[in-house]
């Protein structure tokens, strides 16, 4: 099983930045993919980014160009760098993970962002 905690979130400007962190421990040696989903209040969750562990990357059409998802695997880190964000991108953000051949998904207990002056 892989356990997954985030960190960053926060309550920000509209055009404001953010970094979240989400760090993985347990079975990580097969996962093939993490990444972030959110939701906000009263909406379905939904995909925000992810990366495979060949590195490529995935991201929703309401993010791009504005968020950057990396990982560093010597720190079993994911991170999500959030520019200019808008009140639309306030939401719970979780981390996730799928590993091994059946794609067994793992999730963060997610971190509040809220972005509003």
């Known amino acids: 099983q892989v356990q997954l905690v985030e960190s960053g979130g926060g309550l920000v400007q509209p055009g404001g930045s953010l970094r979240l962190s989400c760090l993985a421990s347990?079975?990580?040696?097969?996962?093939?993919?993490m990444g972030w989903y959110r939701q906000a209040p009263g909406k379905q969750r939904e995909l925000v980014a992810t990366?495979?562990?060949?590195?490529?990357?995935n991201y929703s059409d309401s993010v791009k160009g504005r968020f950057a998802i990396s990982r560093d695997n010597a720190k079993n880190t994911v991170y999500l760098q959030m520019n200019s964000l808008k009140p639309e991108d306030t939401a719970v953000y979780y981390c996730?993970?799928?590993?091994?051949?059946?794609?067994?998904?793992?999730w963060g207990q997610g971190t509040q962002v809220t972005v509003s002056s």
């Open positions: 996730n993970s799928v590993r091994g051949r059946y794609n067994v998904a793992s």
């Open positions: 347990g079975s990580i040696f097969n996962i093939n993919a």
């Open positions: 990366i495979t562990s060949g590195g490529a990357t």
